[in-house]
Nanobody, 123 residues
């Protein structure tokens, strides 16, 4: 069955860095775009970044451009989100997602598979 398992979250001080990982299994990883979303308490789920099937095109939300970088490793079927210069407003649960559909990259309903999330707290 399909699994997306996030890891790498934690607590960090403002200005620090974290790297999130998303290990995928149970589907054809190379046929899916990979995305990262986040959701803070009381807020809607927000698109953070997306990388295309080929790993050549990345999209970012305005609030993270220049600070976050998405990447993927086909051999390990794992996607990553490198987060630098973290700010308190980055505090949220971060989710990995996968899609083979066309659609707006930053909308949750574009994605078919979801992980359970990993918490990031910036103080």
């Amino acid at each position: 069955h399909v699994q997306l398992v996030e890891s790498g979250g934690g607590s960090v001080q403002a200005g620090g860095s974290l790297r999130l990982s998303c290990a995928a299994s149970g589907y054809t990883y190379s046929s899916y775009c990979m995305g990262w979303f986040r959701q803070a308490p009381g807020k809607e789920r927000e698109g953070v970044a997306r990388i295309d099937i080929d790993g050549t095109i990345a999209n970012y939300g305005d609030s993270v451009k220049g600070r976050f970088a998405i990447s993927r490793n086909y051999a390990k079927t794992t996607s990553y989100l490198q987060m630098n210069d973290l700010k308190p407003e980055d505090t949220a649960m971060y989710y990995c997602a996968a899609t083979s559909r066309f659609g707006a990259w930053n909308l949750p309903h574009t994605y078919r598979y979801w992980g359970q999330g990993t918490q990031v707290t910036v103080s």
